[in-house]
C-alpha cells in the first residue's frame, strides 16, 4: 500500500530529543531548542518575532486575540480552508465572511475582496493553498486603504515565497503549522510569525497564560503575574527539538518535495493535453515548496471513481476541505459574500495524490501509471 502521506523522520530527532531530556533538563516549553526554532524562523522569513506554538491552530487563535477581534468584528478568508482558520475567530465573537477563490491557484480571489468589506471588518485572513502564495501586493493595498489587519494562514508555506518574501512574512501576522501532515514537524504545533515590533510583547504575555513571566525570567521584574487575556500555547521541548532537526535540513528536504512535485507534473501532463485533468498553476511570482500535488479532474463522480481505482491498486489518495460555508459550523458563524462560482466546484474535483519526503520515483510512477490506466480503460 503507498500511504497517502508519512511524517517527516530524518533521524537526527532523535539525538535532539535525547539531549533536552538528558543534556539540558528541560522538557517544558521555552528552552534551548524552541529558542534555537524561533532563531531559525525570524532569519528565515526575515521577520522581527516568531514564537513557536503548540499548533497552527493555537497561532491563528493568538492573532485574534492579537487584534483584540469582539462580538460583531467580521473576517474575510475563503471558504476553501481548514476548519480553524474561521474558528479561530469565531471563537472571539467574530462572524466570517466569505469570499470565492480562484480556479488556477484556488486562492482567495482577491478582486472579490473589497466588496465584502463593511464597516464591522476587521481583518482579513488569505490562506496560501499547498504553498503558493496569494496575490498578496493586492491584499496589501486593500488592507492599507481600509485599514485593515491582515494574517496570513502560511500554515502549509514553510519555505514557500511571493516575490521572494517568505509566507507568513507580509501581513501584519503569519501562521506556521508543524502538525505531521505538513512539510516539518514536531507531532503538533505551529508558530507565529510577527511582521510588527510593537506586537511582539503582547504575543509573548497571550503565549504565557496572560502573564508577564517573560519580564520576571528576564529579570525585568521581581514576581510576575496576570496582566492581560491569554492562554498556554507554548509547546514542550521534545516537540520543539524534533522540529529543530527538520528545520537544520529544510533546504534538502524543499530540495526532494521540489523534485516529486515536479515528477508528477512532467508525467501527469500528457492527461491534460488529451483533456482528461487539469493541474496546478503556480503563478511567476511564486516559488512554492511541494507541499501538496493535486489534479483536478473532469467531476465529482470521476473524482469518486478515480479514488475507488487507486485505492484497488493500493494507493492512497485524498480530497480536501467541504468548503466552509457548507458546513454547520459556517452556516453559524459566517457567510458567503457574493456568488459561489468556484469554491465547491473545484473542491469536487480535486483530488491529492501521495507527496512525502519518503515516497520513492517507483511509487511516484506506480501513481502515475495507475492514474494513466484508469483513463485508457
Ligand atoms: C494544517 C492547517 C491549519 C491548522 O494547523 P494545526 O497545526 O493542525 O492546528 C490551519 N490552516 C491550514 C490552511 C492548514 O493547512
Known sequence: MIPFNMPLYLGTEIKYIKAAITKNHQIGGDGPFTKACSDWLCQNAQIPGAFLTNSGTAALEMTALLAGIKPGDEVIMPAFTFVTTANAFALRGATIVFVDIRPDTLNIDETLIEAAITSRTKMMVPVHYGGIGCEMDAIMAIARRHDLLVVEDAAQGVMASYKNKALGSIGDLGCYSFHETKNYTMG?????????????????????????????????????????????????ELNAAHLLAQLEAAEMVNQQRLNLWQHYYERLKPLVAAGYIELPVVPNHCQHNGHLFYIKTASQQERNDLIHWLKQHQICTAFHYTP????????????????DRFTSNESLRLLRLPLYFSLSEPELEQVVAEIVAFYKR
Do not use: C, M
Not at 502573564?211 to 520576571?216: A, K, L, Q
Not at 466552509?324 to 456568488?339: I, V, W
Open 324 to 339: 466552509l460555508h457548507e458546513t454547520p459550523g459556517g452556516q453559524k458563524f459566517g457567510r458567503f459574500h457574493g456568488a
Open 188 to 236: 503538533e504545533g505551529g508558530a507565529l510569525l510577527i511582521n510588527r515590533e510593537d506586537l511582539i510583547e503582547q504575543a509573548t504575555i497571550i503565549r504565557d497564560k496572560g502573564t508577564n513571566r517573560h519580564d520576571f525570567l528576564a529579570g525585568r521584574v521581581d514576581k510576575y503575574s496576570w496582566v492581560d487575556l491569554g492562554s498556554s500555547y507554548l509547546p514542550s
